[in-house]
């Protein structure tokens, strides 16, 4: 049986390191987009045309389904890996502690359950964070439990968790 060429990359509300995710995005080709609800939103803030993506034939599931339906390409074997990149802090502590309500987290769950590797590029993973907001650049400092979630999650078995640009692009090299 031959490897799953596709890869399924979540995008949740998060604008740290948006760009640089979606520059990562521009040059794979073999990526489906799976958004939160928040994600939509925070592709919408900063000028991302999802248009764009879909004519370059990137398929995009959005948080519409209550049951989270698009997981079930992960039991067909559509994909190699998941990755969820930018991860908020809720995202990061939704999967961190088992709760799966909403396409990413439960893309997360069911991936884990498949033993389909996954990779979580988490936002607030140290004490203090410089990121870009819609508007303006804003000075933030993670509370101690985003980052013991941050560490919980480090702990998941096939799951790398990132917290910069160059780790995120070594460990999809490694799934390629």
Not at 80 to 105: E, K
Request: proline share 4%; net charge positive.
């Amino acid at each position: 049986m031959t490897k799953p060429e596709r890869i399924a990359w979540g995008i949740t509300g998060s604008g740290h390191y948006l760009k640089e995710s979606m520059q990562i995005i521009d040059k794979l080709s073999n990526v489906d987009l799976f958004l939160s609800k928040a994600g939509e939103e925070v592709l919408k803030w900063y000028d991302y045309d999802l248009k764009e993506y879909k004519n370059k034939g990137v398929k995009i599931f959005k948080d519409v389904t209550a049951s989270s339906a698009p997981v079930s390409m992960l039991y067909d074997g559509v994909y190699r890996c998941l990755i969820v990149s930018p991860a908020t802090s809720n995202t990061v502590a939704q999967m961190a502690f088992g709760f799966s309500d909403n396409l990413i987290t439960n893309m997360f769950a069911q991936a884990g359950k498949c033993r389909i590797p996954s990779i979580v590029f988490a936002c607030d993973t140290e004490p203090t964070v410089i990121t870009q907001a819609p508007k303006k650049m804003v000075t933030l400092y993670p509370r101690k439990i985003e980052l013991d979630n941050f560490k919980k999650l480090k702990s998941f078995d096939d799951v790398s968790v990132v917290d910069n640009v160059d780790d995120l692009k070594k460990a999809i090299e490694k799934i390629k």
